[in-house]
């Protein structure tokens, strides 16, 4: 059964990081492109960042600079290490897979790109 999980959420003050983790199973994840995205309690839900299964990469403007995406094969895991967080990085944070090995630099940030979906882990920036 094909499964992402997220991990690694919380609570954290402006200006601290915190790193995500998207575990998958029931595939292999280097044939996959991996997406982030995240919704704001009224908000749309927006792309943050992908990785293809060359580790290419590509990052929403809004976190350019300060949140880097990465994977690991061998453990099965993409991460989204989150730098200099802002109150308005509070959201609940998904992964998600596409069935194709590399991001569309165009799409990526479109829901409709991804086939599966992990819950969600929330993210709360505040002092």
């Known amino acids: 059964q094909l499964q992402l999980v997220e991990s690694g959420g919380g609570l954290v003050q402006p200006g601290g990081s915190l790193r995500l983790s998207c575990a998958v199973s029931g595939f292999s994840l280097d044939r996959h492109a991996i997406g982030w995205f995240r919704q704001a309690p009224g908000g749309e839900r927006e792309g943050v960042s992908c990785?293809?299964?060359?580790?290419?990469?590509y990052y929403a403007d809004s976190v350019k600079g300060r949140f880097t995406i990465s994977r690991d094969n061998a453990k099965n895991t993409v991460y989204l290490q989150m730098n200099s967080l802002k109150s308005e990085d509070t959201a609940v944070y998904s992964c998600?897979?596409?069935?194709?090995?590399?991001?569309?630099?165009?799409?990526?940030?479109?829901?409709?790109?991804?086939?599966?979906w992990g819950q969600g882990t929330q993210v709360t920036v505040s002092s």
């Open positions: 990785i293809s299964s060359d580790r290419s990469t």
């Open positions: 998600a897979a596409d069935r194709a090995p590399l991001c569309d630099e165009n799409l990526y940030q479109e829901d409709f790109e991804y086939d599966y």
